[in-house]
């Protein structure tokens, strides 16, 4: 079974920086895309970064040149390094497998003065 388990979250003043964590077992890790997700209250989950098995990524246009996400195939971890951060991004960040729909519990991310 997949298990995906995100640590990292936590709340910063606009401008501040994070660094999230996703640790992923039950998966052949290396073989496949790896993604960060969030969702705000009211809204439909977005794609926000994603990072393939030959580390190529893509992001959203709204935190490109500030979010930068990397994977340690070694240890089965995927981050997300999130600087500058505003308001906007104030959401649940899920880790996630496109290719089995599978997404972690989420970690709560919160950018207020």
């Known amino acids: 079974q997949v298990q995906l388990v995100e640590s990292g979250g936590g709340s910063v003043q606009p401008g501040g920086s994070l660094r999230l964590f996703c640790a992923a077992s039950g998966i052949a890790f290396s073989f496949v895309t790896m993604a960060w997700y969030r969702q705000a209250p009211g809204k439909q989950r977005e794609l926000v970064a994603q990072?393939?098995?030959?580390?190529?990524?893509n992001y959203v246009d709204s935190v490109k040149g500030r979010f930068t996400i990397s994977r340690d195939n070694a240890k089965n971890t995927v981050y997300l390094q999130m600087n500058s951060l505003k308001p906007d991004d104030t959401a649940v960040y899920y880790c996630?497998?496109?290719?089995?729909?599978?997404w972690g519990q989420g970690t709560q991310v919160t950018v207020s003065s």
């Open positions: 990072i393939t098995r030959g580390y190529g990524t």
């Open positions: 996630g497998v496109p290719i089995v729909t599978t």
